[in-house]
């Protein structure tokens, strides 16, 4: 069984552009999650998406969006870099019901820089 | 802020010691969940124990979970080389709530 997979795996961007990063969950998983790692700051809690509709933000500013198609896959934009906005984002996915009762299974990740 | 606390920062340990890693939680909590990464990379889940539960094992892993004193403990028994990662507990808060909350991680440095 595939797991969940992220493209791409390293991007490099300059301040002010915008970014594009796409997850594909695990098959059969309906929720996907995005994480941001940002160095010192930790593993922190970005969106939530299942059955295609947000359903829970982290404390991100509103250009940090995204989106989950019909197969379930998700985006995630990130709009107006900033230099800080460099960190691994992480997607994971999780089957119908969220975390609470399921496990979350991560993706390799994508290494953002912006210069 | 984040929820989970991981005490220590970093262990370093020679292969075939056991490794103790401690969290500290702030808030009651749905379940608990350990992860594993490697190189600044993906997650590897490793265990998850419920609220209800106080201990778990899967091959060399033992977790204990005490709600009292919002605390959980992961002991990997027997390490080795391979085992050399940074260890996260994440936390799904009870109430609802739907995202994990991670701690700041342990790393863990197995030498042959």
């Known amino acids: 069984e595939a797991g969940v997979t992220q493209s791409p795996t390293h991007l490099i961007k300059t301040r002010g552009q915008q970014a594009t990063l796409r997850c594909s969950p695990i098959s059969g998983h309906t929720s996907v999650y995005w994480y941001q790692q940002a160095l010192g700051l930790g593993l922190q809690f970005l969106l939530w998406y299942d059955e295609g509709e947000e359903r829970n933000r982290g404390n991100f500013p509103p250009r940090f969006s995204g989106r989950q198609f019909p197969n379930y896959s998700s985006e995630l934009n990130v709009n107006a870099l900033e230099l800080e906005d460099s960190a691994l984002y992480l997607c994971?996915?999780?089957?119908?019901?969220?975390?609470?009762?399921?496990?979350?299974?991560f993706g390799p990740g994508t290494r953002l820089t912006v210069l | 802020s984040q929820q989970g606390e991981e005490d220590p920062q970093a262990l370093s340990i020679q292969e075939g010691e056991n490794a103790t890693m401690n969290c500290s939680y702030k808030?009651?909590?749905?379940?608990l969940q350990w992860y594993r990464q490697n190189s600044g990379r993906g997650l590897v889940h490793l265990i998850l124990?419920?609220?209800?539960?106080r201990e778990k094992h899967s091959g060399r892993l033992r977790v204990t979970l005490d709600t009292s004193k919002k605390s959980s403990s992961l002991l990997i028994t027997a390490s080795r080389a391979a085992d050399t990662a940074s260890y996260f507990c994440?936390?799904?808060?009870?109430?609802?709530?739907?995202?994990?909350?991670f701690g700041a991680g342990t790393r863990l440095a197995v030498h042959p």
């Open positions: 124990i419920r609220s209800n539960e």
């Open positions: 808030t009651s909590i749905n379940n």
């Open positions: 994971a996915s999780s089957s119908r019901g969220g975390p609470s009762y399921n496990e979350q299974f």
């Open positions: 994440a936390t799904v808060l009870s109430g609802g709530y739907n995202k994990l909350i």
